[in-house]
């Protein structure tokens, strides 16, 4: 009996014994192969979403953002009967058949395991082949960026390729920042597979939102404008930036033509409609350029804008080069009627005065030349001539807006200097970054206020009395400058009869809040002028502008005219270059800075047609009149005003710089006189 | 107590007590030869006594009931051990199911809202709002035209 029950003890022992070795077989020493092979089974990667980032303009309307779609892929290798495949699949995805069939035919035949059938199927789409459980056919889900607003802003958001990696714009220059990096989760599953339990493998990354300082509402405002504009002037293209002077906020950036990003490029598309033109195209400016030549006189010299300039009758002649001004030849008249009217000659006197070397010096401080750093792909930094390389002619080119190229962007950013108070800023497209608000970076002083401000009323005058009458605003003060400049062709090494039009100029006058440049290329004849064909689109833009940031007015609404120009003529201000064959250009590779320019451009300007125009008329105001408060200490102005009885809203401290009305204008009963002082 | 009686007694024979009559106490001659022999127990039979004893009452035993209640109690307790060690493991697993469930829900929900973000942003699209307004005959109002009110001091009751 003990021997029986030893050799059952013997006998359990050893089957004990071999369930533990199994078990340290499964359990140790295959332990990693078995628990493959079970996690192959019971578990399944999950793809946890991360979308690209959404990018909004400053007042939280998306403008661009991803959303998760189901694409249908098949493995033609696998397809049993294409024909079948293709009669099925078209049928439940409600496509062509003939063109399916094709496809997966010559997929099949080029020994290619994967085929994109449609993507962004509907959830019926998506039930109907998920019942079918067909092996060859397979669901992906992916992630895809839209446009909600279509055309608007297009050149600033770019757009993204078939992987949603950006292509240009914002969605090229920030992709590290908006591209999303989806993340994966192991999930324990039942028999049913459904999930028990999840691990994080790799956690997603959410693309940060980007909340841009465009403004829809302008920025389509500015779009329309300017795409009636292009169309009512034949150009070839436009471009309008508007920003706020003080920040440097890019609140509209308008490219025409443009394009809709939602929709892929097609072969044959035209490549100009996806340039930015107000950022990578850049152009010669014309007339606008004489801001800075005279700026540059009021820091350099003891111009003043009553200082008599000699416009020589319209003509000069300078090292074998005669210019000649667009319209009526005028004599000696102030410096402030140089810029209203738009005298090409006594922009040059001006820079004649202001020197070489000065010149360069402003044209560089403000801006012009290097890049603004704006957050978009392929910006141009416009073209600047080292001083060493000018020319005899190139001064009194550059004074007059030629032998430079600058973008619309530099020349909205050369406006905000005049417009602030003589601090140059920079350009910020990005409002913020996540919920990161984006500093603003630091002005550079580059004038000095009086100056600034003393710019500021001469370019009243030109809205008031000169080529920019068409810009006038109703309820606003404005300030501005007309430029119109002749088109180089490179072909032909000759300046054509296509003009690059345009306006650069700000609102209120006092306190800007608005700066609004805009820029026609390839515009035809007279009626393409800056002071004709982008002035008026200055005065919506800057109008909606003012009426959406709630700016309020400076002027009474229906104001009577007190001035007006007489002729047509006068709203030219044409940039007439010497139209020679050798004249120099900035835009020619090559520069031959000491050859002398050609003496054929007085035989291809537009001859004046009347000499006698540019006449103003002017009401004679009886009664009293507005008293001139500037110069004067705020304690003398209130004193002076409470004398008088009159009303004074002023604004700041320091001296009074500009007032409104000003001083000589006929004064009505309940008139109030707004003066800005400055230190 | 069963008892028993003989089976093949004569019945003219008198009947010898069964203390004192044996098998081999009896003369073989007088013994019939075409009998046959008795089986072993052949002569034993069984029948059912009945007694009563429904006065009979089972003694107090504290002991056994003390026992008894610890083995209840002790199943009890065995069975609130176990429990405790299951159940967490349990209702780890169901919180696991509901968990991925609402997951997988919340993902769904995210992106059926960023689709109708899309929607809203189609909708607001200021071409589409031009379009509206032009068939409309509405107008832009002018800079100045539009009054904001200051917000009312009851504002934030009302929509508490």
Redesign the interface.
């Known amino acids: 009996m003990e021997r029986r029950l030893t050799w059952l003890a013997l006998v359990i022992g050893m089957w004990g014994a071999a369930i533990l070795a199994n078990l340290i077989s499964l359990q140790v020493i295959h332990h990693r192969e078995y628990a493959g092979k079970a996690r192959a089974i019971q578990e399944v990667v999950v793809q946890?979403?991360a979308?690209r980032g959404t990018i909004f303009d400053r007042n939280g309307?998306?403008?661009a953002?991803?959303?998760?779609t189901q694409s249908v892929h098949v493995n033609p290798q696998k397809v049993p009967d294409i024909g079948v495949a293709s009669e099925l699949l078209a049928l439940v995805l409600h496509l062509d058949r003939a063109e399916l069939e094709a496809k997966m035919r010559a997929a099949y035949e080029s020994g290619r395991g994967y085929l994109r059938v449609k993507r962004n199927i509907t959830a019926e789409e998506y039930e109907s082949l998920r019942k079918m459980a067909l092996d060859w056919i397979g669901i992906a889900t992916e992630s895809q960026r839209?446009y909600?607003?279509?055309?608007?802003a297009a050149h600033v958001i770019g757009g993204v390729d078939f992987e949603e990696k950006g292509n240009a714009g914002i969605e090229k220059a920030l992709e590290n920042e908006l591209r999303g990096i989806p993340g994966r989760a192991r999930?324990?599953t039942d028999v049913k597979r459904?999930?028990?339990?999840?691990h994080e493998a790799q956690e997603p990354r959410t693309g940060t939102a980007i909340t841009l300082t465009i403004d829809?509402?302008l920025?389509?405002v500015a779009e329309?404008e300017i795409a009636e504009a292009v169309a009512a002037h034949h150009a070839a293209s436009g471009s309008v930036v508007a920003m706020n002077p003080y920040t440097g906020d890019i609140l509209a950036l308008a490219s025409y033509p443009t394009y809709d990003p939602n929709v892929p490029p097609q072969p044959g598309d035209d490549p100009a409609a996806r340039r930015n033109h107000a950022v990578s195209v850049p152009f010669e400016p014309g007339s606008v350029f004489k801001v800075i030549t005279l700026s540059a006189a009021l820091e350099t010299t003891s111009l003043n804008p009553e200082s008599p300039i000699n416009c020589n009758g319209g003509k000069i002649t300078l090292y074998g080069r005669t210019i000649h001004d667009s319209h009526a030849g005028m004599g000696v008249v102030p410096m402030k009627t140089v810029l209203a009217r738009s005298s090409n000659v006594g922009a040059i006197q001006v820079g004649l005065k202001v020197g070489q070397t000065n010149m360069n010096d402003y044209v560089r401080r403000f801006g012009f030349g290097r890049r603004t750093g704006i957050p978009l792909p392929a910006e141009s930094a416009g073209k600047v001539r080292k001083l060493q390389y000018w020319g005899k002619t190139s001064l009194p080119s550059v004074s007059m807006g030629q032998e430079v190229s600058v973008t619309t962007l530099q020349l909205a950013q050369a406006a905000c200097v005049i417009a602030n108070g003589g601090s140059l800023v920079k350009p910020r497209l990005v409002l913020k970054r996540g919920n990161q608000l984006q500093p603003v970076e630091p002005p550079v002083r580059i004038l000095k206020p009086d100056n600034a401000i003393t710019m500021r009323q001469m370019m009243e005058g030109v809205v008031l009395v000169g080529t920019g009458s068409r810009a006038r605003l109703?309820?606003?003060s404005s300030g501005g400058k007309t430029g119109s400049a002749q088109i180089f062709d490179f072909a032909t090494k000759h300046y054509t009869h296509t003009y690059n039009g345009s306006y650069m100029g700000f609102a209120p006058l006092t306190n800007p809040a608005v700066v609004v440049v805009v820029t026609l290329n390839g515009t035809h004849g007279e009626a393409g002028f800056g002071g004709q064909a982008a002035a008026p689109v200055f005065k919506v833009v800057a109008?909606?502008a003012?009426?959406i940031f709630?700016?309020?007015?400076d002027l009474p609404?229906a104001e009577k005219t007190r001035t007006q120009v007489a002729r047509n003529e006068d709203l030219d201000d044409l940039a007439i270059a010497d139209l020679g064959a050798n004249g120099p250009n900035i835009l020619e590779d090559g520069d031959d800075d000491d050859a002398p320019p050609g003496a054929a451009a007085a035989a291809a300007a537009p001859a004046p047609a009347n000499a006698a125009a540019g006449t103003m008329v002017v009401k004679g105001p009886p009664g009293p009149t507005v008293p001139n408060f500037r110069g004067k200490t705020m304690r003398d102005v209130l004193a002076e005003a409470a004398a008088k009885g009159l009303v004074i809203l002023p604004d700041g401290s320091g001296i009074a710089r500009v007032q409104y009305p000003a001083p000589g204008t006929p004064l009505h009963e309940g008139d109030r006189i707004r003066v800005q002082f400055a230190r | 107590m069963p008892a028993f009686l003989r089976k093949n007694e004569a019945p003219a024979a008198p009947a010898p007590a069964p203390e004192t009559v044996t098998r081999t106490a009896r003369p073989r001659a007088a013994r019939d030869p075409f009998r046959l022999r008795a089986l072993p127990h052949d002569d034993i039979f069984f029948y059912c006594k009945r007694i009563d004893n429904s006065r009979l009452v089972r003694e107090a035993d504290p002991q056994a009931r003390g026992a008894c209640w610890s083995a209840i109690g002790a199943a009890c307790l065995l069975l609130v051990l176990l429990t405790s060690a299951f159940a967490p493991t349990a209702m780890t697993t169901l919180a696991g199911y509901k968990l991925e469930a609402l997951h997988s829900e919340e993902r769904r929900l995210l992106e059926e809202r960023r689709v109708l973000d899309l929607q809203e942003a189609e909708l607001l699209s200021p071409a589409r709002l031009d379009q509206l307004a032009h068939e409309n005959n509405l107008v832009t109002p002018s800079s100045g035209q539009v009054i904001h009110l200051d917000k009312p001091e009851g504002e934030v009751a009302m929509v508490k």
């Open positions: 946890i979403p979308p309307q998306a403008l953002m991803s959303v998760s839209h909600p607003k279509g055309q608007l999930m324990l459904r999930g028990i339990e999840s829809e509402r920025q389509f329309r109703a309820g606003y109008g909606e003012l009426r709630d700016v309020p007015k609404e």
